[in-house]
């Protein structure tokens, strides 16, 4: 994504990130994804990042994957041109649900979003959690990838399988030091 340059549209619905602020993003995916191709777009309000894959036998360089941290989801959804044409026209709002984002911040009186700001659900859908059901605040991008990751990979090393019940230990900061 060389030459982009880190922006905010519609109030922070949708953000698009370049330079150092893509590089944060790139490192944390790698970690997540256990690869080093990943060269982060953009990402949106609710927590969703678009990235691409330079190195990928299904994806080509120019395919745009989203990853939706609190579902733990990921597919391909367009190409960058695609993405940034949806920018410069306004179709971008209607594809990050920019309808409801001003429906929250109306709700909650938040000002518009700053880069690398997300309002995540209260609790990550693949621990149950309902997608409508938002924070009350903006927090950190990078921190709500972060913790739904590593809640993810807590569930995959205790063996949590999808409707089991979540075991208390996963929240025992204790265990995974």
């Known amino acids: 994504m060389a030459g982009l340059q880190s922006q905010v549209v519609g109030d922070g619905a949708f953000q698009i990130f370049g330079g150092e602020d893509a590089a944060r993003l790139d490192e944390l995916l790698a970690d997540v994804f256990g690869r080093d191709d990943i060269a982060v777009l953009a990402a949106d309000w609710r927590g969703i990042v678009y990235f691409t894959l330079a190195d ?9 994957i989203g990853f939706d941290a609190s579902s733990g989801s990921s597919g391909p ?5 695609e993405v940034l044409a949806a920018v410069g026209d306004g179709d971008i709002a209607e594809a990050v649900d920019a309808e409801s984002f001003a429906e929250w ?12 700001q997300c309002v995540p ?3 990550p859908e693949f621990l149950g959690g309902d ?9 950190d991008l ?4 972060a913790a739904s ?29």
């Open 131 to 139: 997608p409508a059901e938002r924070a009350a605040e903006a927090g």
């Open 105 to 116: 911040r109306e709700m909650t009186g938040a000002p518009p979003l700053t880069l690398g």
């Open 121 to 123: 659900p209260v609790m």
């Open 149 to 177: 990751a590593t809640l993810m990979g807590r569930l995959e090393e205790l063996g949590v399988a999808p409707g089991d019940e979540i075991p208390e230990e996963i929240f025992d900061a204790g265990r995974w030091q």
């Open 142 to 145: 990078i921190g709500h990838v």
């Open 56 to 64: 990928d036998e299904e994806a080509d360089p120019d395919t745009v």
């Open 77 to 81: 959804l367009a190409t960058v041109d």
